[in-house]
């Protein structure tokens, strides 16, 4: 099996079995993201214990690609502090937007996220991917304000 292929099928399961799907009552933060280009929507819900992510959900309705990086990512986030949360965001958004491929130490610092590199190569993809991150970045920032990826 080549790592091309491993990555489609992690996208695969996330999309086809999302974790952390639904939402969360009452949330303390909460954000939208609508990627008008393809139609993906997502809302972000986080709970925090400080500044550690105590708990996130996601609902979206769009491609796998979207769905994939939502559930990929509130895997990641839940449990960690704010400060790592902002860091790997930035890290995954510099590898998918990025021209060359990030390096093994820039995968593995994607704790996971390899997978949804490959979307730097396809503009369009890059939205459906970065969605969900950039709707957690405004429910952190506490904006709750719906987020466009146009």
Not at 131 to 148: C, E, I, P, Y
Request: net charge negative; hydrophobic share 40%; glycine share 8%.
């Amino acid at each position: 099996m080549e790592l091309r292929d491993l990555y489609q099928d992690v996208i695969l399961d996330h999309s086809k079995h999302p974790r952390n799907f639904g939402t969360l009552g009452p949330p303390a933060f909460e954000a939208r993201g609508n990627n008008p280009l393809c139609g993906d929507r997502v809302t972000v819900y986080l709970t925090l214990d400080g500044d550690r992510v105590a708990d996130v959900r996601f609902e979206a309705k769009g491609c796998a690609i979207s769905v994939a990086s939502a559930s990929m990512m509130t895997e990641l986030i839940k449990g960690r502090p704010l400060e790592e949360v902002r860091a790997l965001f930035s890290r995954f958004h510099a590898a998918v937007t990025a021209k060359n491929a990030p390096d093994a130490a820039n995968l593995e610092a994607l704790d996971g996220l390899a997978a949804l590199i490959g979307v730097r190569d396809f503009p369009t993809r890059v939205k459906c991917a970065t969605l969900a991150w950039h709707a957690m970045s405004s429910a952190l920032d506490g904006s709750g304000t719906t987020v466009k990826t146009e």
